[in-house]
């Protein structure tokens, strides 16, 4: 009976455990169900919303590949995939998350970087366990961007809600906050009378015929570090010149998202440790406005990565307040700056009040002149000046090819005839000019197809910032020259190095993995065109689902992606149209040009917001 008795109560007490347990199991359902359709956040380190086994933007070298669920994405094989209902929202902290760039990331790792060297501001990107899987919410009142070219010169405040830089540069003429607008005056804090005035005195400097920087079409690619809100690039474009204005995510924090917000090209990047991500010789002209950035350190390194990423003949406008030396410590700099320089072999162009323009040479007889064991000293022979994804900057000159050397100069058309020129490089690769032709050509009819379909949901102002996330020859960006946009071209790392063929055709671009996050604000490009990237990262063994997610942070509400891709592909892209609120503009196409098995399709964002759960606008 005693035994009867006990046995009788574990029983009682293990139904008791058993409807405890089923309890808690539905409060975590609902919980989380309900979180997921709302603000819901998801914190560093939190694993409980992972589908599928993935990490934001995976792509682990140490795990085992083999063991990844959604490897080939699960449907080659005639497997399926199982997709979220719904993802998670981020909350609204989080709603300029840049992965690799996150300041929080970097404290909460506790990752020892040499702070005067910049290394913070370098890209850090997450571990497995400390990777999103949610969606970026817009900013409260968000609207969709002000169109170019108005942009250029006002912004939604709801979009940017960051007054601060309004305030600190005031009596600079950056930016105004004006009622529910923020206003760009085109000022700068060495130009506070407008970018196109100070545009026109640097060409009057240089003698350029009518006071026009891109001299007859030979100047086209500028690199403005350090750029602010990027008003110097912005007003560069009317005079058919295209800048890439970069500025770290700094203390000044918003300045780039100010830049892509107007429809400005622009990047998030530093001078710090790692080479810039663009190719030797990409820029004919290179701009530094109070840019804050000591070219005197490490001797002289960002200084000869600068000399790196220039042009023969190319130019460095410098406006600063040792230029024009009016106390002792401005006289030291400029005095260690000119002695540097001078061993660079760069040569004085002009030197007016606040500015001074240096020429870098034509050719390597300067080099060869040098005294033995001048420095700094020319790279080695076996350094590669095209390799930039995480290789370390050097203390060296980097020499010009035996093409450049004997033709005193790049060799290239002037602006815009290079665009369609062949352009000596493309040696390097073996490709013959007739093979660059039939690229422009066939790019040329796939454009006019992508924008056939486009066009009931489109009009001529509504695409400003596109990106092509596998340029090649960048052939999709020169058929979009004569409508009003811009394209970030970006070369996979582990493909092809032809973004100096894309910078030699005068247009510009980065280099990028496509298994992390880009190095940009969250709602930055109105159009993405992905051709094969998602083929590639499963080659990889990365997260389709993770380059999902990073799609959607990157594109604007309204925006617009093109997947030009195999079936299988196509069919995954398909499944996760609802949890990421997606819509198909048009039923997938075969290629027209019947050259492969790609398959477009393309796809609109939805243009939502959080409050107690998320509600469709349109």
Not at 280 to 289: G, I, P
Not at 320 to 349: F, G, N, T
Not at 390 to 408: F, L, R
Request: net charge negative.
């Amino acid at each position: 009976m005693m035994r009867g008795r006990s046995d009788g109560a574990q029983r009682k007490r293990l139904l008791t455990s058993i409807a405890v347990v089923a309890v808690f199991v539905l409060v975590v359902y609902f919980y989380f169900g309900s979180k997921s359709n709302g603000e819901s956040a998801l914190e560093y380190g939190s694993r409980s919303l992972r589908k599928l086994g993935s990490s934001y933007l995976g792509g682990d070298d140490d795990s085992d590949l083999s063991s990844k669920q959604d490897e080939k994405f699960g449907l080659e094989d005639g497997e399926d995939v199982i997709v979220p209902k719904s993802f998670p929202v981020c909350d609204d902290r989080h709603s300029e998350l840049i992965p690799c760039l996150d300041r929080h990331l970097i404290y909460q790792m506790r990752l020892k970087l040499d702070l005067g060297l910049m290394e913070h501001y370098e890209r850090h990107c997450p571990l497995p366990e400390r990777r999103y899987n949610c969606l970026i919410p817009p900013p409260a009142g968000y609207k969709v961007p002000i169109k170019w070219p108005r942009s250029r010169d006002e912004v939604w405040k709801a979009n940017i809600p960051h007054t601060h830089l309004a305030h600190e540069k005031s009596d600079q003429n950056w930016m105004v906050v004006k009622g529910e607008k923020i206003i760009f005056p085109g000022g700068g804090t060495h130009f506070h009378y407008g970018a196109d005035k100070y545009i026109a005195s640097i060409a009057n400097m240089l003698k350029f015929p009518n006071n026009n920087l891109n001299n007859g079409g030979r100047i086209r690619t500028v690199f403005d570090v350090g750029c602010g809100v990027a008003s110097f690039g912005g007003y560069l474009l009317s005079s058919d010149i295209i800048a890439m204005s970069l500025a770290p995510n700094d203390v000044h924090q918003n300045q780039i998202q100010f830049a892509l917000e107007r429809g400005i090209p622009a990047y998030l990047g530093v001078l710090g440790t790692k080479r810039l991500p663009y190719p030797s010789r990409s820029f004919e002209f290179a701009h530094c406005s109070r840019c804050r950035i000591d070219w005197l350190q490490r001797d002289g390194i960002l200084l000869l990565e600068l000399d790196r990423v220039l042009r023969p003949g190319g130019y460095f406008a410098y406006s600063s307040p040792e230029a024009y030396a009016q106390d002792e410590e401005d006289l030291r700099i400029w005095k260690h700056m000119s002695a540097l320089v001078e061993r660079m072999c760069w040569k004085i162009a002009e030197k007016k009040n606040q500015t001074v323009i240096w020429v870098k040479p034509l050719n390597n007889d300067c080099y060869m002149a040098r005294p033995d064991g001048t420095q700094p000293p020319l790279c080695r022979s076996d350094d590669d000046p095209d390799a930039v994804w995480g290789v370390n900057m050097e203390a060296c000159i980097t020499p010009y090819s035996d093409h450049d050397h004997k033709v005193s100069g790049s060799g290239l058309a002037p602006w815009p005839a290079r665009l369609t020129t062949p352009p000596p490089r493309l040696a390097d690769f073996g490709y013959s000019s007739e093979m660059f032709e039939k690229d422009v050509e066939l790019w040329q009819r796939r454009v006019e197809h992508y924008w056939n379909i486009l066009s009931p949901k489109i009009s001529s102002d509504t695409l400003r910032n596109i990106m092509d996330m596998k340029a090649n020859l960048g052939s999709f960006a020169a058929a979009l020259k004569d409508k009003d946009v811009w394209v970030m071209n970006v070369v996979p790392k582990d493909g092809p190095n032809t973004l100096k063929i894309v910078y030699d055709r005068g247009l510009i671009g980065t280099t990028h993995d496509w298994c992390e996050a880009f190095s940009t604000y969250p709602r930055t490009y109105d159009l993405l065109h992905a051709w094969n990237i998602f083929s590639d990262i499963e080659k990889k063994g990365c997260s389709g689902e993770d380059l999902l997610l990073e799609i959607d942070r990157i594109v604007r509400p309204t925006g617009f992606v093109i997947f030009r891709d195999k079936q299988h592909v196509i069919d995954y892209v398909k499944k996760y149209l609802s949890p990421l609120h997606w819509e198909a503009v048009a039923d997938p196409t075969p290629d027209q040009d019947q050259e492969g098995d790609d398959i477009v399709f393309i796809v609109q964002k939805k243009l939502w917001l959080t409050s107690e759960s998320i509600r469709d606008t349109e």
